[in-house]
């Protein structure tokens, strides 16, 4: 596909939130329940979970755009769960499988299977149960139904999916759980567990289910502020651009993009505040703005940990120098996403500097026309591509299969939206 350079404008809405799909998804199969989740994320990642829950005995599918999930006799997987490319399905499934006592293995495809999961590993061992890794990576097996030894847990990162796993290990084993330095991870597990009736409290360092058991009803997923995020940076970097994105999510432990952009001086307004299921959600707007570089410290990182790409093509024409701390983690997403800033950025002639924490832009006039940028097979370095090409384009990605994972459709809405003030038959 290659990205064309031109403005965006016109009213959009992007797909349901893809953290919280997988978390309605399996915090709902752990009763019986019938629950209609609205808005679920159609990427790839949410068919990996559906997949998963289906495996082990719970129902969910897919009915248009949203799904129907109902827990069921759990039992033991027949064959090893496939997590595709969903590090968080990954994670979630070993928590669910450490509650239930289920005996399970898990796989990957190749990008998953060099993911770190002995993190996780290791405190679910403390919970009491036995998980085998293939070198602390997939594949890997987890069984016994043990008693719960330990129900306290101090967090060895600041990850949201170790959280959440621990949190699942607790709701499918009727086990109360408290957790500590939570470092700021998104809540998004703790939020929906409050709004089914759960006894929790949490704040941004501490967690403590009193008690686990939960009335799950039918819920509505927001926007995904990490979708919205492509469209926005654009908006804000590409002259002419002006948009609204309906019905975002915005909740403060997600919204560490849109504080940076702010603070970089970007025209982003930010309205119709409303609150679905304990999650906020507004409507964004964003126009194109002059940015200046700034310095992004690690608790803001935490907070837009899967928007650090696309913020790099923010930091690529703000004026002066934009530092980015708290990055390690970024080496073991989907791809070294530090290696994928710098590759991108310098196709377009924007010098970058990385060391094990941090990485320095020195915004400037990039200019990635006749470009071309290797995504690694990562969705969202595929998208912040579009951005870039937007902005200084054309510009060429060697694969946008992988977008699927979490936006399938991306790149007709990308188009439209480019296109917005043409009529459909100019357009042919
Ligand atoms: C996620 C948490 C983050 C994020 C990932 C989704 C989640 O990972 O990068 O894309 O849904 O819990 P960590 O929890 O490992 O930081």
Redesign the pocket.
């Known amino acids: 596909v290659i990205f064309q350079r031109g403005a965006l404008r016109g009213e959009i809405a992007v797909p349901g939130d893809?953290?919280i799909s997988?978390?309605a998804l399996f915090i709902a199969a752990s009763t019986q329940a019938k629950v209609r989740v609205q808005n679920l994320n159609p990427g790839r990642d949410l068919d990996a979970t559906i997949g998963a829950l289906s495996s082990i005995g719970a129902s969910a599918k897919r009915d248009g755009p949203d799904a129907e999930v109902q827990g069921g006799r759990l039992h033991a997987p027949e064959a090893p769960v496939n997590c595709l490319n969903s590090?968080?399905t990954a994670r979630l499934i070993m928590g669910t499988c450490a509650g239930a006592g289920l005996h399970a293995r898990l796989q990957g495809d190749e990008s998953l299977s060099s993911r770190p999961m002995e993190p996780v590993a290791a405190q679910l061992r403390a919970f009491g149960s036995r998980v085998t890794t293939s070198g602390g990576a997939l594949p890997l097996e987890i069984a016994g139904q043990l008693p719960a030894q330990t129900r306290h847990f101090i967090l060895l990162s600041?990850?949201?999916?170790?959280?959440?796993a621990l949190l699942l290990a607790g709701v499918y084993s009727g086990t109360p759980v408290t957790l500590e330095r939570c470092g700021g991870?998104?809540d998004?597990t703790e939020r929906l567990l409050k709004s089914w009736n759960a006894d929790i409290v949490f704040d941004a360092d501490r967690v403590a289910m009193r008690s686990a058991h939960i009335e799950p009803r039918d819920t509505r997923i927001p926007g995904d502020l990490s979708a919205a995020a492509f469209f926005l940076v654009a908006a804000v970097v590409t002259p002419g651009s002006r948009l609204t994105i309906r019905d975002v999510g915005i909740n403060p432990s997600r919204s560490g993009l849109l504080d940076a952009l702010l603070q970089m001086g970007a025209r982003i307004e930010i309205g119709n505040r409303r609150e679905w299921d304990c999650e906020p959600v507004a409507d964004l707007s964003a126009e194109f703005s002059a940015l200046r570089g700034i310095t992004i410290d690690s608790s803001l990182t935490v907070r837009a940990?899967?928007e650090i790409v696309i913020l790099s093509v923010a930091a690529a024409v703000a004026q002066g120098q934009t530092r980015i701390a708290g990055i390690s983690?970024l080496r073991g997403?989907e791809s070294d996403r530090v290696a994928a800033i710098e590759q991108m950025l310098r196709s377009a002639g924007v010098a970058t500097e990385s060391d094990t924490n941090a990485i320095w832009i020195t915004g400037g006039i990039p200019n990635a026309a006749g470009a071309s940028v290797q995504t690694g097979g990562d969705h969202r370095t595929a998208m912040a591509a579009a951005a870039l090409g937007a902005l200084c384009g054309p510009l060429e990605i060697d694969d946008a299969a992988c977008i699927d994972v979490s936006f399938p459709g991306f790149v007709p809405q990308w188009a439209a939206a480019q296109n917005a003030d043409r009529t459909i038959a100019e357009l042919r």
């Open positions: 893809k953290s997988h978390r590090g968080t600041a990850s949201a999916q170790i959280k959440s991870s998104r998004h940990i899967d983690d997403k």
